[in-house]
């Protein structure tokens, strides 16, 4: 990330530092992999939830988006996106604000339970797609895929309102996260692929209707070239990825297109250390763990060209509520003064968007975003 | 916590609920230990964030608050609050904000270094009060106490600008946190006291002016009786209390004063989980340790009178940006439906309700938070 444009800044509280560029490349490169594989890309705005880099993605062509809560998709809907799916599982006693939702755009919706699609039977007075979730190892939601006689119920279910239409069926495969290393992310989609298209083609025999296979997370989607199986996928953190990502070998260091920027407000040569105002309420509190170490996050250096290398032995080591603790070799705590400016590298770019709400890009562009 | 007034809330999404009697009665205890022991209670704000609790606080009769950044010091200033200290150190890169609300109100910053009081000398246009952070063993922020000869230097160099008034020491002993059990935190705070006392009055006798001794963390504010060497407590989770506190045995767990109120999505029977709605961007990622298990919440179930008891064998496991995973008893589980209620107790309230800001009462009156 190129940061001449803005090396002058004077930082008065921690502020989010987006390569629109990055971000550009991020969206451009997931797509061509899309259509190399004829599939749809609907990615997760959850990770940004900003209607500026959602104009990025609108000028790449993407049309239809994935969001993860309906006051997300409420957001999105009043700046002109009109195709979602909220993907976290629908919570019955919301249905007045699906009804609210889906009577403006064309929404898909999530369950894995018969009692969640009854109660949408009920009570849906505009059309919505249904997809239902299975569970391919992740163990968070999601019905198994050999249950097929519930499968099959829940899917019938679906069919005495003529507004809830089944859509098809969506994975999320989180437990790629948990792989150690990208061989292990490969089986994971090649397992998923095994169990997905054998019950795709039984739900397609059974009922005579085609359905939708929706798939999605940011390692198995940037790692597997193979996704022809699928029609849509639903990547999010490829829009800025993150050190989770690149510690699991899912991104390079130069594709990571956001990076905090922080005051430094206490400098302590004899320790070694820097704190910074930037917190747990900035940062949020992922960690990566190195050799039993908890790494917050790892900061960034301009080299002569205003590019940002990460520096392995600049660590973000502990965070309070508004502190943070940066431990870096001596001869740079020793350039250090208050008020200059730190810039981290978050551990996870998700958590930490959602914490802190405030940023600019590397050009100095106001982005926007949901409030909270 | 009795939550029988708003057993029948449809919860659409998760909500914190706050007991305003416990708050109250939060607030009463600390506030009598404060005039017991004749020190200034000026509590922490940054736990809460609230304009509708700083009401409650204003009933009990403080005048004088502690906030962690100056957006939160001019969000309280426009609520009517007149004398704060904002104690995360000063940033350099502010003073036209510092002058903005210096203009406004009482103000009271901290600061640990001869760079940033010079910074302040230069440009601070309204009266401040300045509190040197003193380092007992914390080892976030502060000067170590023993340098007296660059405490002394930083003192002369306050008195420079009419308008930077050397206002005291202050420490916050935030390794009461890492304690193993109570007695440590009370040789914490007497080792405070030895060093804090002999600093003090070292400081009285070279200038001739008294100072004042700020202190405060909750474990050791809750905890240790004898507070009488210090001037004023600044403790701030004191307000809600959280399991970590409940951990610690700072606090019983009826003294609880918030809970999340998050919908079920989904109910695995076969696994004895459950997933709400309720992730790690309202609940934060701090966990507890129990047996090397992550823990990031436990369930309250209401009695028959309505009150919360903590389950301790009701697990939140797991958290992901939006879902939450709830480990919890079969004949609990088989009892609960997608769209029903999960009463979650917060790991550390603090990170939790800037995270959510989205909450009500007991009585189910809203309440109000400074917007992100």
Redesign the interface.
Known sequence: MNISAIKHL????PILIISESLVRENIRAMNKKALRNKVLFRPHF?THQSATIGEWFSDEGIHAITV????MGLYFAEHGWNDMTVS???????IH?INELAAKISLNLVA??H??IQ?LNESIQSRVGLFLKIDTGN????ILPGNKEEIMRMISACNTNPDLHFAGILIHS?HTYCAENQTEIAEIYHRDKTFLTELKDYIEHVTGNSIMLSIGDTPGCSLVEDLQWADEIRPGNVVFYDLFQWQLGVCSHDQIACVMAC?????YPE?NEA?I?GG??HF???YLLSDGQQIYGLCGIADENGTLQIQENCILE?L????G?VSMPADQIRRL???DVVYVYPVHS??TV??V?NAITTEGKKVEFM??
């Open positions: 004077s930082v008065e509280k959850k993860s809560s309906l006051d976290t599982p629908v919570n019955p006693k919301q604000r894995d339970n009692y969640t109660k163990s968070r939601c999601g989180g005051p430094v407000i206490g400098v320790r704190v105002h747990a309420v949020s509190k992922d502990k309070w509520q508004e502190h603790l003064n208050p008020g998700c958590l959602d914490a709400r409030l909270k």
